[in-house]
């Protein structure tokens, strides 16, 4: 459970939105992630910097919710310390440690959320919280409200779906974990939501509830002005490049939905192989009762696929937990995405309906009027903001698909490397009496 | 037959090849049929060059005829199987449809391995029916009727399924029987998981074949994603498509576990055991029959009458008999039993003989049996080692195409 002391934060100071550098800044820049000083309990890593085709094993005891299945946590962090954005960093959030609660009318399971920060929107320079998913939902639906013009991240599913699955199983509450640790750190990478105001006392509030019961929220500018717009206005055309974008998106999430069947049914068939493998091993051993030479080599052999079992059962179950939610995340994603592309629409729409309209008026002075100048302002805005969203999106889509299918091809790879381990130390077993003969 | 010996150790036998026929059968009608080329090469001394010097073709029912010769003339020794008539424990690629080119090649194989085992055993080597087969295409199998061994093979089957209780067994045949009951059950069971397994293999390597199509699909949309999407989904193509050699190497091992499955078939319902079985049944009765007699001999000579006879009956309802008759009842008991103790006597001894001799093949057939199956584990092993490595270089290719994303 050691980690290494906090990292010494950067005395940059807090920087305003415009001194932000922009989220496009060199074509290496990796996923930049918080919550570094705090590595979680289980793992212990030896940092090697720039090798981003490592995945590193645990070197430490693991305890508890530890698993391999950590490693895409692990690779987050290792990029991090690569990151060559790491001096403007100055907020880091980690989600650890769920709990269970058991009250009279419900239970429920709540996590630590850890931040520390040197900006001047926080008060202290550390804080830790307990908040459970349904506070997670709050501040996703404010960030919504109150950043339109931007992509907010996708939340883990609310409701389990498929199969019956247990809501308090170590395994589920794992994944749900590194879900919304995932979630907070897009939002505090990201360099206006991060800034947020809901954000911050989400962070920060001893009582979230108060605060949520206050319904009174600080909008930006934009964010008051696009939730005005009203649905009443029909786009002709959507540029060019939104909606390249828009079917972009639609394709991929097509693609991806593709690939999530495809991962689901490779499971279940790996799990059905698994079932007649648990068959197979143990006749060997009842053959190995009836023989005297052969005893030995048989046992073996059967020993050998039992091996191997466990090995397939490792990684079924490491898919099951580490590749589908992220795939089914990044299908969330695209959907929040079109929705916001939708939205943009809406602005564009009422800005060139109202400048229409001044058009139509045959003034004299062409002068186009204050409040047609505010919707052409809104829409650049919105504009920018998405184009910028949307890059940095690509990019970390980029960085997030590597890692998921790296890790996917290393779990294949630990997979077999444990099966022939089983295989080539029963050789010398199958071959000893042969030449002792 | 020396000259037997001396060429069949240096002879090569071949099941060369397989062809489709068609004829007409016993009842005239058209049927199709496998027929197979043995050809038989000998290796001159001098320079180990082959010179071919018989081929002929056969088909399935000839070597069951062959084998039955073998079973009825030589019941001491453990027979050799044939590979399975029909296609058993097949998982869902293979067809149990005995014209499937795979099934016929694989019972080619089984075919000459069935002849080379005969061939190299040193008592059926010797066998000139044996030798026929390989030398002489017609009138083999009137040479083989003409040995009568249908008929025995007829008689053979009666005894063999009729029940009957022996007193003493050998203890070791006992147990041979109960081993080779147990190795069919457990050899059953696990070519039934077996073929499940592989099919259940088969399932989960062809499903990644649906990545190769949708990583490509996928990296038509994507930039600098594309080229590493593409050539990973390449990979796959290649996972998926190595399972097919990968199996069929697989129905090798599962055809060396069948041979040993019919081996145990041989050993215990049919051949050794059981005419053990009936040959101690014999030798009881002919003891039982024996005792009888001599009390029998031993009351008439005293007089009294212990056991029941009929003439003990008629002699009561009808009166005595002379002494003339009694005397000559007694030497007609007194030849019998001569000639029973002579009998049993021998049939001692044949038994005897008969158990060392079995016996002797017995041990013979355990060490080949344990040689062979260790031989089969470990390819086995090493079948599956090769099907371990070729997975970490596929996934690693496809990881490193990952990585250039």
């Not at chain 1, 459970?132 to 639906?141: A, I, K, P, S, T």
């Not at chain 2, 030798?131 to 083989?144: A, P, R, S």
């Not at chain 2, 009294?304 to 009561?316: A, D, E, H, Y």
Request: hydrophobic letters at 35%; charged letters at 30%.
């Amino acid at each position: 459970m050691s980690g290494g002391p906090p990292k010494a934060l950067p005395s940059t100071g807090p920087h305003s939105l415009r001194d932000m550098p922009h989220p496009l800044a060199g074509s290496s820049s990796e996923e930049a992630v918080g919550g570094d000083s705090t590595p979680s309990p289980d793992l212990l890593m030896t940092r090697s910097f720039g090798d981003k085709d490592l995945i590193l094993p645990n070197g430490g005891t693991p305890a508890g919710t530890s698993s391999p299945a950590s490693s895409s946590s692990l690779l987050n962090r290792l990029q991090l310390d690569d990151d060559i954005d790491g001096e403007t960093r100055d907020l880091f959030v980690t989600v650890d440690d769920p709990k269970k609660h058991v009250c009279t009318m419900e239970t429920y399971i709540t996590y630590r959320i850890t931040t520390k920060s040197s900006r001047v929107e926080f008060d202290l320079p550390e804080y830790s919280v307990r908040r459970r998913y349904q506070d997670f939902d709050w501040l996703r639906n404010k960030l919504e409200e109150s950043q339109p013009t931007h992509l907010i991240p996708p939340l883990p599913e609310k409701f389990v779906v498929k199969g019956v699955v247990d809501r308090f199983s170590e395994e589920f509450v794992e994944t749900r974990r590194k879900a919304l640790d995932k979630f907070l750190k897009r939002i505090t990478d990201h360099p206006v939501l991060s800034f947020n105001e809901h954000f911050n006392v989400f962070l920060t509030a001893k009582d979230l509830n108060a605060y949520k019961k206050q319904g009174m929220a600080l909008l930006t500018r934009v964010g008051e002005s696009v939730k005005h717009v009203t649905g009443g206005y029909k786009l002709r055309s959507r540029p060019l490049e939104f909606a390249a974008i828009g079917e972009y998106l639609d394709t991929f999430a097509l693609k991806l939905g593709t690939i999530d069947r495809i991962a689901q049914r490779i499971i279940k068939e790996e799990i059905e192989y698994l079932v007649e493998l648990r068959e197979y091993g143990p006749v060997y051993s009842t053959w190995s009762t009836l023989e005297s030479e052969l005893a030995e080599p048989l046992e073996g052999v059967s020993a050998c696929i039992g091996n191997c079992s466990t090995a397939l059962e490792e990684l079924t179950d490491d898919m099951t937990e580490d590749f589908l939610p992220v795939l089914r995340e990044y299908i969330l994603y695209s959907d929040s995405m079109k929705s916001v592309l939708k939205k943009r629409d809406q602005v564009q729409a009422e800005y060139e309906a109202k400048l229409e309209a001044v058009a139509l008026r045959k003034e004299d002075h062409p002068k186009v009027p204050a409040d047609v100048e505010k919707c052409q302002d809104r829409m650049e805005c919105f504009n920018a903001d998405l184009k910028a969203d949307m890059e940095r999106w690509q990019n970390n889509k980029r960085q997030d698909f590597r890692q998921l299918l790296m890790g996917m091809a290393d779990k294949n790879i630990q997979y077999y490397e444990k099966c022939l381990t089983a295989w080539e130390s029963i050789i010398p077993l199958l071959q000893e009496k042969q030449e002792a003969k | 037959m020396t000259e037997n010996n001396f060429w069949l150790k240096k002879i090569e036998i071949s099941v060369s090849e397989a062809e489709k026929r068609t004829g007409r059968n016993a009842m005239n009608m058209q049927e199709t049929y496998t027929a197979y080329l043995i050809e038989t090469r000998s290796v001159e001394h001098t320079d180990g060059q082959s010179v071919l010097t018989d081929s002929l073709w056969r088909r399935y029912s000839e070597f069951e005829v062959l084998r039955n010769y073998l079973l009825v003339y030589y019941p001491h020794v453990v027979v050799p199987p044939l590979p399975e008539k029909r296609a058993e424990f097949v998982w869902h690629k293979l067809s149990a449809d005995n014209m499937d080119p795979d099934f016929v090649e694989r019972r080619r194989i089984g075919l000459e391995n069935f002849l080379l085992r005969v061939a190299s055993h040193p008592i059926l080597c010797r066998d000139k029916i044996f030798y026929l087969f390989l030398t002489q295409e017609g009138n083999w199998k009137e040479t083989v009727n003409e040995t009568g061994f249908q008929l025995k093979a007829d008689s053979r089957l009666k005894a063999l399924n009729a029940t009957f209780r022996v007193k003493n067994p050998d203890k070791r045949f006992t147990e041979l029987k109960h081993y080779s009951d147990e190795l069919q059950s457990v050899i059953s069971h696990l070519l039934r998981v077996r073929a499940r397994v592989a099919d259940r293999l088969y399932g989960v390597y062809k499903v990644h074949g649906n990545y190769g199509r949708v990583f490509s699909e996928w990296s038509a949309i994507e930039k600098e994603m594309g080229d590493g999407l593409q050539s990973a989904g390449h990979h796959m193509d290649v996972y998926a498509s190595s399972i097919d050699d990968i199996l069929e190497d697989e129905e090798h091992y599962a055809d060396q576990l069948k041979e040993y499955l019919f081996y145990a078939e041989a050993l215990s319902p049919r051949a050794v055991c059981r005419k053990h079985e009936l040959m101690q049944y014999d030798l009881e009765m002919a003891a039982q029959d024996l005792a009888s007699k001599k009390q029998q001999c031993e009351e008439l000579a005293t007089g009294t009458v212990r056991t029941f006879s009929l003439k003990g009956m008629t002699t009561k309802l009808f009166g005595q008999e002379t002494p003339e008759q009694r005397e000559a009842r007694i030497k007609v008991l007194e030849e019998q039993i001569n000639e029973g103790e002579q009998q049993l006597k021998s049939k001692n001894l044949e038994g005897r003989e008969f158990v060392k001799k079995a016996w002797a093949d017995i041990e013979r057939f355990k060490e080949q049996k344990n040689r062979d199956l260790k031989e089969a584990l470990i390819s086995y092993a090493v079948m599956h080692i090769s099907m371990c490595k070729k997975g970490i270089q596929v996934w690693t290719n496809a990881k490193e195409c990952f990585s250039k994303m």
